[in-house]
């Protein structure tokens, strides 16, 4: 669909292990030390107080690294995340989550101050491996005017050539994430147990969706539509909260997963902790209780499906640690931006819980979220 350029209002951090930048001067943009802040950003400036190697120097000459928040022009799965990365050797890279899914890497086929073009890797048709007319790649163009950024994307086959009308894209340089905090300073408002009321306390996301979900006698559950075959027919609804005023928290919940579910809890409307049947698998970013695609648990400590398993989970200024059993198996890890499926970009506003229904069965219990005043 064909959109003006779109507005953004979006933030979110780094994960660990990539720089962050910041809106500030020097290093913010291209990564290298600054002997001295410069008095002003301005880029004539900047070159005499910062010992930066490159001629990219401060945030508003358009520098392109960094994290960025982005909006699509969809009506709904309409957040994207990207973080661009220069390395020490100076190649850049990226990363790049495209509305649902896990953030993977993306080629950054040119760049430069203030541009650049990134690329998916092709997917490849069996038995058209070698027809790069059928070959199928995400590719998006875009320019940075300080803090914001605008641009367009498309599909392209493998000669290069765009297969569908390029669409527009907006987005926001997302500031860095700080310090984790000392949780032990949170001060917390009135629990509120989110399954005392009546299912008319949460609504059905999408239109034209199966409500599979009741709440009798403290318990959610979900039960999808499947085909003869037993498998989903993926027209379930996803279930929120009809309050959206959740920010920072703590949430304690129980969920019993069924053998093969697939599920997710996501904070805020925009992170999801993952709600799968993983018991007896290596530790992975997409394993019960993780922070999907972002995070991997420190250790394992899934029960076996149909058990009811206890997770609690607090959010805190950009922080986020998790307890699965018993065990914390994430600690003040960095959000790191939004996971697939977010219902926005932008990271900076309060938002409701959403439970993931389209996938498979799930049942939840004793879910009290209490809410983080400071």
């Known amino acids: 669909m064909k959109n003006s350029a779109l507005n953004l209002l979006a933030a979110g951090i780094v994960s660990a292990g990539i720089a962050i930048f910041s809106s500030g001067c020097c290093s913010t943009c291209c990564g290298d030390s600054c002997a001295a802040e410069p008095k002003s950003c301005e880029c004539a400036k900047a070159p005499e107080a910062c010992t930066c190697a490159s001629k990219c120097a401060c945030a508003n000459c358009g520098c392109v690294y960094g994290n960025w928040g982005i909006n699509l022009p969809y009506p709904e799965m309409n957040a994207a995340h990207l973080i661009l990365d220069k390395g020490k050797d100076g190649k850049a890279s990226a ?66 050539k765009a297969v569908d009308k390029p669409d527009n894209i907006a987005g926001q340089r997302n500031p860095p994430v700080g310090p984790a905090p000392d949780f032990s300073d949170a001060i917390y408002g009135k629990p509120v147990n989110l399954l005392a009321g009546t299912i008319d306390d949460f609504e059905i996301m999408g239109k034209d969706k199966i409500n599979g979900w009741t709440l009798k006698d403290g318990v959610l559950s979900n039960r999808i539509t499947r085909d003869k075959n037993g498998k989903s027919v993926h027209k379930n609804g996803n279930l929120r909260t009809k309050r959206d005023d959740f920010y920072d928290f703590n949430l304690k919940y129980e969920v019993r997963v069924l053998p093969g579910c697939n599920s997710g809890m996501y904070l805020r409307g925009i992170y999801e902790i993952q709600v799968v049947d993983s018991y007896g698998k290596p530790v992975d970013m997409h394993n019960m209780a993780a922070y999907y695609g972002r995070v991997t648990p420190k250790v394992a400590a899934e029960k076996p499906a149909n058990e009811w398993q206890t997770v609690d989970v607090t959010l805190y200024k950009r922080h986020l640690t998790v307890v699965l059993n018993g065990v914390t198996i994430i600690e003040k890890a960095p959000v790191v931006g939004v996971t697939g499926g977010a219902m926005t970009s932008n990271e900076f506003v309060p938002g409701p819980l959403y439970i993931q229904g389209d996938h498979s069965d799930a049942d939840f219990r004793n879910m009290v979220l209490t809410p983080i005043l400071k």
Do not use: H, M, Y
Request: positive net charge; glycine residues 10%.
């Open 95 to 160: 990363l790049l989550l495209w509305r649902w899914g896990s953030p993977t890497p993306a080629e950054v086929t040119a760049i430069d101050a203030k541009s650049f073009t990134i690329q998916r890797p092709f997917s490849k048709p069996k038995g058209k491996e070698n027809d790069k007319a059928a070959w199928r790649a995400l590719r998006i163009t875009a320019t940075v005017n300080g803090n914001i950024l605008v641009g367009k994307f498309c599909t392209v086959d493998g000669n290069g």
